[in-house]
């Protein structure tokens, strides 16, 4: 895997190198903003309009079997959250992804379908894709992961925290710099409108948009409604042993993201001149 500098052990004994007294929220928001910056300079990330154009596509439709399991990730935190206001956001949260009671809106893993074609994949190109080994990695080990943190003591504040970085600030973060390749093609008609309707949508509803210490439940984001939940759930926490779930569970879903990423690295280096 690619190595983005993660410090430390891994091992719950001790935490990254000089972060061993994360036990307030200032100090894990700067921990959080490190490895959001980490993960924002991912080579492929980072130098995403280098990419070719065949292998952005296989990028985006590889991505596209993430984003199908989003719902099932959920699906099974929920099975596992004991906390009754922290199930309530993120049954919330699942739910916005299927708006509608008729069946008359369309979903949002098919907004990302209607992105896809907005931006020249064909059906036929859909129809032929299939998850690589890197992304079915990915997807187990998301769902392991998950599964691990409903095994600890401390499992409402490690899901919560999963749920939040993995699939909502990291997403936010991975969508703006896929947004630098895509955002052209998506205003380049009808004036300079924007005619995204998953890519940049998810871009700014899932963004980190408070810190740690100033996030409230009546933050608009849903990356800032978990953080709210998440964030009282540290409070209560025995100072360093809540801190610790947290960090150990936002350098999980970090290494799952930037391992997915890996895979396209040898794409990248075969477009730089020699």
Do not use: C
């Amino acid at each position: 895997m690619h190595d983005l500098g993660a410090p430390g052990r891994h091992d719950g004994q001790a935490g990254p190198d000089g972060l061993h007294e994360l036990d307030g929220p200032h100090e894990l928001d700067r921990f959080e903003n490190g490895l959001i910056e980490r993960f924002e300079e991912h080579p492929v990330l980072a130098h995403i309009t280098r990419l070719p154009d065949e292998d952005f596509t296989a990028l985006l439709l590889q991505r596209r079997f993430v984003s199908l399991a989003f719902t099932p990730s959920y699906d099974l935190a929920i099975d596992l959250l004991r906390d009754e206001e922290g199930l309530r956001i993120a049954r919330i949260i699942l739910r916005e992804e299927y708006p509608g009671a008729q069946g008359h809106a369309p979903s949002h893993r098919e907004d990302m379908t209607e992105d896809l074609r907005r931006l020249g994949v064909s059906r036929e190109a859909l129809v032929a894709s299939r998850p690589t080994a890197a992304t079915r990695r990915a997807i187990t080990d998301t769902l392991e992961l998950i599964a691990d943190a409903g095994g600890h003591a401390d499992a409402d504040l490690r899901l919560l925290t999963f749920l939040r970085f993995w699939g909502e600030v990291l997403v936010s973060v991975e969508y703006g710099r896929l947004w630098e390749r895509m955002g052209p093609l998506f205003t380049a008609e009808g004036g300079g409108r924007n005619r995204s309707r998953f890519y940049h949508p998810h871009l700014v509803h899932d963004a980190k948009t408070h810190s740690l210490a100033t996030v409230s439940l009546l933050s608009d984001t849903h990356s800032d409604r978990l953080a709210a939940r998440v964030t009282e759930l540290l409070a209560r926490a025995e100072g360093a042993a809540g801190a610790a779930g947290f960090w150990e569970t936002e350098e999980q879903a970090l290494r799952l993201k930037a391992g997915f990423y890996d895979q396209f690295l040898p794409a990248l280096d075969s477009s730089t001149p020699a």
